[in-house]
């Protein structure tokens, strides 16, 4: 990967963590209506900290990021099956 497929994979990244945050947030106060949107999005950002970010630096470093993709989709895949099941139960 050249320095200009890095830095577009790294804001595809960063877009997707942006999603799946706001994702989780606006689920999260659905659910916790007395929660407020900054401790929930703290709570959220702290989260995807370690997953993201691991990558990023792997990106960085010039490390194998594998498995720390993986990471990142299978994230992904459990919220995308957790949601299908809740949508499930509702109907």
């Known amino acids: 990967m050249n320095a200009e497929e890095e830095m577009?994979?790294?804001?595809?990244?960063?877009?997707?963590?942006?999603?799946w945050?706001?994702?989780?947030?606006?689920?999260?106060?659905?659910?916790?209506?007395e929660m407020d949107w900054e401790t929930t999005h703290r709570i959220f950002h702290e989260e995807s900290d370690e997953v993201y970010n691991s990558l990023a630096d792997a990106l960085r470093e010039r490390q194998p990021i594998r498995d720390k993709l993986r990471t990142v989709l299978l994230?992904?895949?459990?919220?995308?099956?957790?949601?299908?099941d809740q949508m499930k139960k509702a109907h």
């Open 75 to 84: 994230q992904s895949h459990l919220t995308e099956v957790e949601v299908r």
């Open 21 to 33: 945050m706001t994702f989780q947030e606006y689920r999260y106060l659905q659910e916790h209506p």
């Open 8 to 19: 577009i994979f790294i804001e595809l990244l960063f877009a997707h963590r942006h999603l």
